[in-house]
């Protein structure tokens, strides 16, 4: 099966919420949580000023219509001064296949071409999946220092995430 990365299609959107859905799952078994915040609904996404990037492999199946199948996808914001990847989701059943990290990989590239000098994100310190990973993908830890990285640490809280466990902001130069 070959993974392709390309820019996110209308079409993409509300398949984009399952696959965020699916791999959040992994994070709220982890943490036995009950009311973890929904994914972001098509329209959200499409009308977020930035990028989403899509991987998809090429179907084995002729059950697949002969169309690529999403399993992952990057979503970075982007405004005046900054890039944020706010969201890298891999679908269970395609995870440790090296998707995630073509997705990173690929997120910085565009970020860098679009003329941005550093990538941003917020993620748990402590979950092997999360920052240890995006240290691995050229990421430091790093301080909120915009209004828009502080307003995301106040998200953060009232959504509840801080309850289960260190977050923290992390930043790659590009």
């Known amino acids: 099966m070959t993974t392709l990365i390309r820019h996110a299609t209308d079409q993409d ?37 930035g990028f989403v990037l899509v991987a998809t492999c090429s ?3 002729e059950a697949a219509g002969g169309l690529e199948v999403p399993v992952g ?9 900054y890039a944020h990847l706010e ?22 590239e565009e970020s860098r071409r679009r003329g941005r000098s550093q990538l941003t994100l917020r993620t748990y310190a402590d979950v092997p999946w999360n920052a240890p990973f995006y240290s691995r993908c050229g990421f430091t830890e790093s301080t909120p220092d915009t209004d828009f990285l502080r307003e995301l640490v106040a998200v953060e809280e009232r959504l ?15």
């Open 13 to 49: 959107h509300a398949v984009l919420e399952e696959i965020e859905r699916a791999a959040d799952s992994l994070l709220t078994d982890r943490f036995g949580a009950e009311d973890w915040p929904p994914p972001s609904t098509a329209d959200d996404r499409r009308r977020a000023e």
């Open 73 to 81: 996808f990057v979503q970075v914001l982007e405004g005046p001064g």
């Open 87 to 108: 969201q890298l989701s891999v679908h269970p059943a395609s995870a440790r296949r090296g998707i995630g990290r073509a997705l990173v990989m690929a997120a910085q």
């Open 59 to 61: 179907p084995t199946t």
């Open 160 to 174: 509840g995430l801080t309850r289960y466990g260190r977050r923290i902001q992390m930043t790659a130069a590009l």
